[in-house]
């Protein structure tokens, strides 16, 4: 088994044993990552379960399972965690990492651009 870290949504709980995490889909366009139309959904198996509709970031054990029934094929992608966490919004970061720097500087930020 491969260990992943796969970030998304929780888009549904699996009882008490896990729940459903939806990642964008994303292609290489130009040497670019750019996010593609669609979502890839992964089984998450953990005794941590997230809010519905929270971006989480999950690190775990893949398995893969090929099923076929009436001559259709389906793949169910399972990834039994043993770290879950809110995922990073790096556009908070950045902007906490900007504002860091202008209090080193001197410069504190004004009232206007404080996030309460």
Known sequence: MAIVE???EVIRHLGSKGFTL???RREMVGGQWVTAEGKKY???????????????TVKG???VKLDEYE?????KVNVNAFDVKPAVDHQTVAKAQQDFAKI??????????TPF
């Open 61 to 63: 054990s893949l398995s």
């Open 22 to 24: 939806a990642e964008p």
């Open 6 to 8: 796969v970030t998304g």
């Open 104 to 113: 080193v500087q001197g410069s504190a930020p004004s009232v206007d651009d």
């Open 71 to 75: 001559g259709k094929q389906t793949v």
């Open 42 to 56: 992964f089984s998450v198996w953990s005794t941590e379960l997230p809010t519905i509709g929270s971006q989480v």
